[in-house]
């Protein structure tokens, strides 16, 4: 049996994944699943139970093959759980559910000023303030039952470990109920009487406490096997960049890609966001500030080149620039700076599935410059997630940032190292990272012109 060893639960839009972790950092072994929403109850809801099962048996697993230290809950955010003593008072809403409308004019007139939250006004539940007060609204004697309004990560910490607890990355996720500023509630979560329901912050990397006593007897978990609080994924993605001492300075730019493409600047300046392109300010772990812009670029990338997309070649980019075909967005519901227009394709058609690749690849990366001029992006730019498993996006990307260098990171998960990082919190470990060499493609700059000339 290896040394001892920590489990991140990653829980992403589309998928759910459960890593081993060695004390160095090397991983050990992953188990993943669909993330499924259920279409029965009162409305779309996470499947809660089957991500419960499904973790409780993949850790057994795990625990079977290195001592267990420490388990650490990362996810995707807009997202949060309404529990009493004895467990979820209502199911988990999907984010993607959009209320009535006559529901989002109410709750337009009672959210806090974009210059307070920098939370942006999203469609459907994206604004997690919105998803809460529908809940109260719709199910007002369940609601009234709830003891912590959990968010996501720590809904999953409060499962394990018994503890509740609040954290500020989750919290601080265009929810309309954070003040990243003040970092202190916004007048929404005052107003609407839910102080009370808010457990005490606490750090993303702080232990809250061991895994209750039942659960670790059945799991074969060591008895002093912590549970971390947690943290919202692009944050666990930010994490590694920035100085412990909370110094966002030299941190470079972040694009953190997978079902959403987020641009993240470190040190950057809240007052050039613009709440019409879909920008906010994320809170860093640390509790500062960081501005960002996101597109729903997993997603996006999925309507054009397939579910099922097949590799693509330089040559295809190439014959995508010279025949002159563009995506012009958005092929998404759910935010970017494009939120509100429908997708269009122009240009000659594809016949190929490679070609629908190409295009595909080739308008995450100009959604992504386009994504990272907005921000002021100036410096390092660091490429992670799953997008680092196309061989042409970070290549096609440096062609275009002149001037800037483009690495890309050498694992596809910033999240599951954050999470390994705040099970290890004071170690920092080295990126590993290699430099992007720009693809030398013809007409790919006047291309890119053309396009933006198009989605002006």
Partial sequence: MTDSAIIVLDIGKTNVK??????AGEQLAERRKANTVLRDGP???HDTEGIWHWMLDTIAEFAATAPVRAIVPVTHGATAALVDDSGLVLPVLDYEFEPPAAQREQYLAQRPAYDTTYSPSLPAGLNLGRQLAWLASTFPADFARTKHILMYPQYWAWRLSGVAAAEVTSLGCHTDLWQPSRQQYSQLVEQSGWNPRMPPLRNAWDALGPVLPALRERLGLPADCQVVCGIHDSNASLLRHLDATGSHAAAPAILSTGTWVIAALPGGQLDGLQEASDMLANCSALGQPVPCIRFMGGREFGALAGT??????????????????????AFAEAGGPFAGRKGTVVGPALPTDAERTALATLYCVLMSDWCLTALGSAGDIVVEGSFTNNPHFAPLLAALRRGQQVTVTDDASGTTCGGWM?????????????AADPIALQGWAQYRERWLAQVA
């Fill in 18 to 23: 459960l890593a081993l972790i060695d004390a």
């Fill in 43 to 45: 409305y779309p809801h």
């Fill in 308 to 329: 099922d997309a097949v590799p693509c070649s330089v040559a295809d980019l190439q014959q995508i620039i010279d025949q002159g075909t563009y995506a012009l967005p």
């Fill in 422 to 434: 705040l099970a290890h919190w004071g170690t920092a470990p080295a990126v590993r990272s290699h």
